[in-house]
C-alpha cells in the first residue's frame, strides 16, 4: 500500500518500493487530481521518440484541450511542470492561450537541469471555476559512445570523405578526357 494526500488539485508524485528476494523494485506513480466542476478536460502525450532523452535535449508533447462545458472562448492558463517521483520539482513555466470548443498543439520544454533518471511532466489548465491536469511519464539518459563504436564513427566519417573526393576527382577526369578528345 502507498498514501498520497493530495492537498487541492494539481499533479502528485510518489514512488511504490517492493522488496522481493534482496531486491527492490521502485514503481514511479502519478495522480492527476481535478476540482470537483470539470468545465475542460485535458490530455499531455509525449511523442514516442522523447519518451527517454538524451540529458540536455528538449522533452516535446503534444497538448489537447477540450470543452467539456460550456462552449464559449475562454482564457486558461496551462502551468507546466517537470518533477521527479521523489517530490523535486525541476521546472516550472507558465502560458495563457485562448480556447474555444477544443484546442491541440505541441509543446517542448527545456531539460538542461535534469540528471539522469525518470521524471514526470504534468500539466494544469486552471479557468474560471477550476483546474483539470494530465501528465506522463519520460526518462532522461545520457548516451555515452564506447570505443568500438566511437572507431566505428571515424572510420564512416574517413571513408565518406574518400569517397567524395574519389568522386569528384574522377569527374574532373572525365571532363579533361572529353575536353581533350574535342581537340
Do not use: C
Not at 49 to 59: A, L, P, R, Y
Not at 64 to 92: P, W
Amino acid at each position: 500500500s502507498f498514501d498520497v494526500n493530495p492537498t487541492g488539485a494539481g499533479v502528485y508524485t510518489a514512488t511504490i518500493r517492493v522488496k522481493y528476494l534482496n531486491q527492490i523494485l521502485n514503481i514511479p506513480i502519478a495522480v492527476n487530481v481535478d476540482t470537483e466542476q470539470a468545465l475542460f478536460d485535458i490530455t499531455l502525450d509525449i511523442l514516442g521518440n522523447f519518451k527517454t532523452i538524451d540529458v540536455g535535449k528538449k522533452i516535446v508533447g503534444q497538448i489537447f484541450l477540450l470543452q467539456a462545458g460550456r462552449q464559449e472562448l475562454e482564457d486558461v492558463t496551462l502551468n507546466y511542470y517537470i518533477k521527479d517521483f521523489e517530490g523535486q520539482t525541476y521546472l516550472t513555466e507558465s502560458e495563457t492561450l485562448a480556447v474555444f470548443k477544443q484546442k491541440l498543439f505541441s509543446k517542448a520544454l527545456p531539460t538542461q537541469e535534469l540528471p539522469e533518471g525518470d521524471y514526470l511532466w504534468a500539466v494544469e489548465v486552471v479557468y474560471s471555476g477550476g483546474i483539470a491536469t494530465a501528465s506522463s511519464q519520460f526518462s532522461v539518459v545520457e548516451t555515452k559512445l564506447n570505443n568500438t563504436q566511437m572507431l566505428l564513427l571515424v572510420v564512416l566519417i574517413v571513408s565518406g570523405i574518400v569517397f567524395v573526393s574519389l568522386v569528384v576527382i574522377i569527374e574532373k577526369y572525365k571532363k579533361l578526357n572529353i575536353h581533350n578528345k574535342k581537340r
